[in-house]
């Protein structure tokens, strides 16, 4: 045993003295901030603001697109100036703007939203949200009172990029984005009625084109309802009842079964864990794969096996990398909750918080509190070591056999496919965790650990819990047997891997 920690000890060591395990380790909390705010940074200031031109012929519709879309900006610079608020230059710079300059009470947004609406940009160091949307005149050369047909022309060089716009509040040389033609009897419900004309070259983003087609949607609507004698208020008021739905657990406490958003994220997170769970098994084995190949090919192999026995020397390795990786499973599982605890007190910046903030301190603590109980943490303890002394064991195996990396990689195929199994069935197996699909994989060992951590927060039975646990630890014995005796045929042999044959009858002892 001396012997095994010693092998063991020396791993870890030549794994944590390698600047890529600490580069991992610190990677990992910055991939999570990066996840979790850059596609939001990128959705607001990554897109550049959208000029487009609007010809309504006959003048009906025009105005309401023009007044939702100004509102929807409007929204958009009090969301703006609410997070701006909750900072500490937000609080004294617009503590100072509703004092002019004296002390006074706490800023209060809604008497600046009422005192006006557009003085924004008077508030020191505040940078209104640029609009998403920004409607633009025609371009010079395009005749407003043109057929549709002469003016779709004439706007192709433009929607092209061909030719771009005159300087705009958003952009020095703005490109037109869109080109949206409301053409007369817009609504006729005869045969060939006309349809509004959407010109854009950008297929993706459909945001514009969605949001017009929903205002001048409902324009239609309003017009039709008031055609018949009906109120639109009194329609939009009824429709906009709805049906209120309780969510509960009957696995809950009497009293606490009311489902909240921590119990949607226990419902969701173990398919967060599996994933991690297989990038950590993954990562550790291949740590061993290249150690052991790369000592073999070096002939350090034998001078390890000179003071040691083959089964001390693989036992060693297997602990050690599994103690690397148990290092990055603790680095990583506190970088949880510490990204949760920095999120918190960002978003509330230290004040009651509202809106997006209180959403995001909100969805903070649940998380937070979501590792501190549930088992999940312990389930993904225990899954982590009996899976990497699965795969570790066959990954260990793998490189006994091999002398380079090349003949490594030609084993590793059938292995790969296994080990993508689990990512494929992750979608499925929260909407059903106790269906035959689930319960029938978790009994398949190898694919145990991803498929019942995934299933933990639906309480499986304790018959699948434990005897799929059983099974596991049996499956893991019996690899590390036929492992090792593999291992200590092969540690020292060179030239082509052996054939499968062979394989089976070195587990035979023969």
Same mark, same amino acid.
């Given at each position: 045993?001396?012997?095994?920690?010693? *092998?063991?000890?020396?791993?870890?060591?030549? !794994?944590?003295? +390698?600047?890529?395990?600490?580069?991992?380790?610190?990677?990992?909390?910055?991939?999570? *901030?990066?996840?979790?705010?850059?596609?939001?940074?990128?959705?607001?200031?990554?897109?550049?603001?959208?000029?487009?031109?609007?010809? %309504?012929? %006959?003048?009906?519709?025009?105005?309401?697109?023009? %007044?939702?879309?100004?509102?929807?900006?409007?929204?958009?610079?009090?969301?703006?100036?609410?997070?701006?608020?909750?900072?500490?230059?937000?609080?004294?710079?617009?503590?100072?703007?509703?004092?002019?300059?004296?002390?006074?009470?706490?800023?209060?947004?809604?008497?600046?939203?009422?005192?006006?609406?557009?003085?924004?940009?008077?508030?020191?160091?505040?940078? =209104?949200?640029?609009? /998403?949307?920004?409607?633009?005149?025609?371009?010079?050369?395009?005749?407003?009172?043109?057929?549709?047909?002469?003016?779709?022309?004439?706007?192709?060089?433009?929607?092209?990029?061909?030719?771009?716009?005159?300087?705009?509040?958003?952009?020095?040389?703005?490109?037109?984005?869109? /080109?949206?033609?409301? =053409?007369?009897?817009?609504?006729?419900?005869?045969?060939?009625?006309?349809?509004?004309?959407?010109?854009? %070259? !950008?297929?993706?983003?459909?945001?514009?084109?969605?949001?017009?087609?929903?205002? &001048?949607?409902?324009?239609?609507?309003?017009?039709?309802?008031?055609?018949?004698?009906?109120?639109?208020?009194?329609?939009?008021?009824?429709?906009?009842?709805?049906?209120?739905?309780? @969510?509960?657990?009957?696995?809950? /406490?009497?009293?606490?079964?009311? &489902?909240?958003?921590?119990?949607?994220?226990?419902?969701?997170?173990? @398919?967060?864990?599996?994933?991690?769970?297989?990038?950590?098994?993954? +990562?550790?084995?291949?740590?061993?794969?290249?150690?052991?190949?790369?000592?073999?090919?070096?002939?350090?192999?034998?001078?390890?096996?000179?003071? *040691? +026995? =083959?089964?001390?020397?693989?036992?060693?390795?297997?602990?050690?990398? $599994?103690?690397?990786?148990?290092?990055?499973?603790?680095?990583?599982?506190?970088?949880?909750?510490?990204?949760?605890?920095?999120?918190? $007190?960002?978003? @509330?910046?230290?004040?009651?918080?509202?809106?997006?903030?209180?959403?995001? /301190?909100?969805?903070?603590?649940?998380?937070?509190?979501?590792?501190?109980?549930?088992?999940?943490?312990?389930?993904?303890?225990?899954?982590?070591?009996?899976?990497?002394?699965?795969?570790?064991?066959?990954?260990?195996?793998?490189?006994?056999?091999?002398?380079?990396?090349?003949?490594?990689?030609?084993? $590793?195929?059938? &292995?790969? &496919?296994?080990?993508?199994?689990?990512?494929?069935?992750?979608?499925?197996?929260?909407?059903?965790?106790?269906?035959?699909?689930?319960?029938?994989?978790?009994?398949?060992?190898?694919?145990?650990?991803?498929?019942?951590?995934?299933?933990?927060?639906?309480?499986?039975?304790?018959?699948?819990?434990?005897?799929?646990?059983?099974?596991?630890?049996?499956?893991?014995?019996?690899?590390?047997?036929?492992?090792?005796?593999?291992?200590?045929?092969?540690?020292?042999?060179?030239?082509?891997?052996?054939?499968?044959?062979?394989?089976?009858?070195?587990?035979?002892?023969?």
């Amino acid at each position: 045993m001396n012997y095994i920690w010693r *092998v063991g000890w020396r791993e870890f060591a030549e !794994n944590a003295r +390698t600047k890529g395990f600490w580069i991992g380790i610190l990677l990992f909390p910055v991939l999570i *901030v990066v996840g979790a705010t850059v596609p939001a940074l990128l959705a607001s200031k990554g897109v550049s603001t959208r000029h487009f031109v609007l010809m %309504d012929q %006959d003048g009906s519709f025009g105005g309401r697109i023009r %007044d939702e879309l100004a509102s929807r900006q409007q929204g958009d610079l009090e969301e703006a100036l609410a997070t701006f608020a909750r900072s500490a230059e937000g609080k004294a710079s617009l503590g100072a703007f509703m004092t002019n300059g004296k002390s006074g009470p706490a800023p209060d947004l809604g008497r600046w939203r009422r005192a006006n609406e557009t003085n924004a940009p008077g508030i020191a160091g505040f940078r =209104p949200p640029r609009p /998403a949307w920004l409607e633009v005149p025609l371009p010079p050369g395009v005749d407003a009172a043109a057929d549709v047909a002469d003016m779709e022309v004439a706007l192709r060089p433009w929607l092209r990029g061909e030719r771009t716009l005159p300087p705009s509040a958003a952009s020095p040389r703005p490109k037109l984005f869109a /080109a949206v033609v409301i =053409p007369r009897g817009l609504g006729a419900t005869n045969e060939g009625a006309a349809t509004i004309r959407y010109w854009s %070259d !950008n297929l993706a983003d459909t945001g514009l084109r969605d949001a017009l087609q929903r205002i &001048v949607t409902e324009e239609l609507r309003g017009r039709e309802y008031r055609a018949l004698g009906v109120d639109p208020a009194v329609i939009a008021r009824v429709e906009s009842r709805r049906a209120p739905v309780t @969510s509960l657990n009957p696995r809950k /406490a009497e009293g606490d079964e009311r &489902v909240g958003t921590r119990d949607k994220l226990r419902q969701w997170a173990p @398919s967060f864990f599996v994933y991690l769970l297989w990038v950590s098994i993954f +990562t550790v084995s291949q740590m061993l794969l290249n150690s052991v190949i790369e000592e073999k090919s070096n002939r350090i192999i034998e001078v390890l096996l000179s003071s *040691v +026995t =083959p089964h001390e020397l693989m036992l060693g390795k297997l602990l050690g990398v $599994m103690m690397t990786g148990g290092v990055m499973m603790l680095a990583w599982v506190g970088s949880l909750f510490g990204v949760g605890a920095l999120v918190a $007190m960002l978003a @509330s910046g230290g004040m009651p918080a509202a809106g997006a903030g209180a959403s995001a /301190a909100s969805v903070a603590a649940d998380v937070t509190g979501l590792l501190k109980s549930g088992g999940l943490l312990p389930a993904f303890g225990a899954y982590f070591v009996l899976g990497y002394i699965a795969y570790a064991s066959v990954f260990l195996t793998i490189g006994s056999l091999c002398n380079t990396l090349k003949d490594a990689q030609n084993l $590793m195929g059938p &292995v790969m &496919v296994v080990l993508m199994v689990p990512l494929f069935l992750m979608p499925f197996i929260p909407r059903d965790p106790n269906g035959p699909i689930a319960t029938v994989a978790s009994w398949i060992p190898i694919y145990t650990p991803f498929v019942m951590m995934n299933r933990i927060a639906a309480s499986p039975p304790w018959l699948d819990v434990i005897g799929t646990g059983v099974l596991l630890v049996v499956f893991d014995v019996f690899l590390l047997w036929a492992g090792g005796r593999i291992f200590r045929l092969a540690i020292l042999r060179t030239g082509q891997p052996p054939r499968i044959h062979e394989l089976l009858r070195w587990v035979q002892g023969r």
